[in-house]
């Protein structure tokens, strides 16, 4: 039984096009994150989301659209994608208070 | 800004070797987590610390959280090639949102048998 789960595992794509990245977890947990690892390995926090609450937003393009439709699932989606988007995107989940994640497997995105 | 910066960045040794990778800040942590993340697999969690000088075991793997609770380690004993991976410390943002992680710079452990 897969404990965070993220689709797809990879994307191949041209610059301009839109994408999406599903996750979902089956934890219970009531808080969902997206983190973006760049080459260097560097994790970065994007976005969380506390019982389909937005409550962490970082600096990130417009371009990057997350959506909760409910506590269990978080999706990212993508719009006009550009080269510097090339990157290892995780989805994790939680409990507010503990902070202690569990990650998905990642989604390799590539554009080209 | 709160950084996380790990040394070495890469650490490539024999089986059975011992070994000791580093996370240092400036800034104070109200606890700092350890992660292990795999070639093409999301980070796991490893442990978490929470008090300062705080030490924990797990297997050959020994934690612990400095006094100032500013910086920790990770001792591996007589690594294995199932050590292999990015060593990923992390804490919670300056505030304590236990919600928002800073992730550390990383170090790549590579253990040849």
């Known amino acids: 039984d897969t404990a965070v789960s993220q689709t797809p595992k990879y994307l191949v794509t041209q610059m301009g096009n839109d994408k999406s990245i599903k996750c979902e977890q089956n934890?219970?947990?009531?808080?969902m994150y997206w983190y973006k690892q760049d080459s260097k390995k560097f994790l970065k926090i994007m976005f969380s989301?506390?019982?389909?609450?937005?409550?962490i937003n970082e600096t990130v393009p417009n371009r990057f659209s997350p959506k909760s439709p409910d506590k269990a699932h978080l999706n990212l989606h993508i719009n006009s994608l550009e080269l510097g988007d090339s990157a290892v995107y995780f989805c994790?989940?939680?409990?507010?208070?503990?902070?202690?994640?569990?990650f998905g497997e990642g989604s390799r995105l590539t554009v080209l | 800004t709160q950084l996380l910066e790990q040394s070495p960045q890469f650490l490539s040794i024999q089986e059975g070797e011992n070994l000791t990778v580093y996370c240092n800040s400036s800034s104070v942590f109200s606890s700092l987590q350890w992660y292990r993340q795999e070639p093409g697999e999301g980070p796991v969690l490893l442990v978490t610390?929470?008090?300062?000088?705080e030490v924990k075991k797990l297997k050959r793997l020994t934690f612990q959280f400095g006094d100032a609770r500013k910086d920790s380690s990770l001792h591996i004993t007589a690594a294995q090639p199932g050590d292999t991976g990015l060593y990923l410390c992390?804490?919670?943002?300056?505030?304590?949102?236990?919600?928002?992680?800073?992730f550390g710079t990383g170090t790549l452990l590579a253990v040849q048998p």
């Open positions: 992390a804490g919670p943002n300056y505030g304590g949102a236990t919600n928002k992680l800073i």
């Open positions: 994790a989940s939680s409990y507010l208070n503990t902070g202690e994640l569990f």
């Open positions: 610390v929470v008090t300062g000088g």
């Open positions: 934890l219970g947990h009531d808080t």
């Open positions: 989301y506390n019982n389909k609450e937005l409550i």
